[in-house]
């Protein structure tokens, strides 16, 4: 079993920023890929960005240049640096990782971006 917990989300006004935290613990003997994604309101659940278990990063064309996912493998922790935000990016961000078995998702964290 995974457990994962996201933490850092709130309301920002139109270019700001905000940082994302997801916490891993449980059964993890090794470096996981990790990802966030996200969920507005009547939409459906979409990458924003992934990171492999060697460091490598893919990012949604529409957070290309203003978001940066990174992570600190010996707190098996991964996080989301959003700036220049825009009430598009509105939704609940959510934290998965890709295990062996199965994929573990967090209970999400929402972020509001108005002003």
């Known amino acids: 079993q995974v457990q994962l917990v996201e933490s850092g989300g709130g309301l920002v006004q139109p270019g700001g920023s905000l940082r994302l935290s997801c916490a891993a613990s449980g059964s993890i003997v090794s470096i996981r890929p990790m990802a966030w994604y996200r969920q507005a309101p009547g939409k459906q659940r979409d990458l924003v960005a992934r990171i492999s278990r060697g460091g490598s990063t893919n990012y949604a064309d529409s957070v290309k240049g203003r978001f940066t996912i990174s992570r600190d493998n010996a707190k098996n922790t991964v996080y989301l640096q959003m700036n220049s935000l825009k009430p598009e990016d509105t939704a609940v961000y959510y934290c998965?990782?890709?295990?062996?078995?199965?994929?573990?998702w967090g209970q999400g964290t929402q972020v509001t971006v108005s002003s």
């Open positions: 998965r990782i890709e295990m062996t078995s199965r994929d573990y």
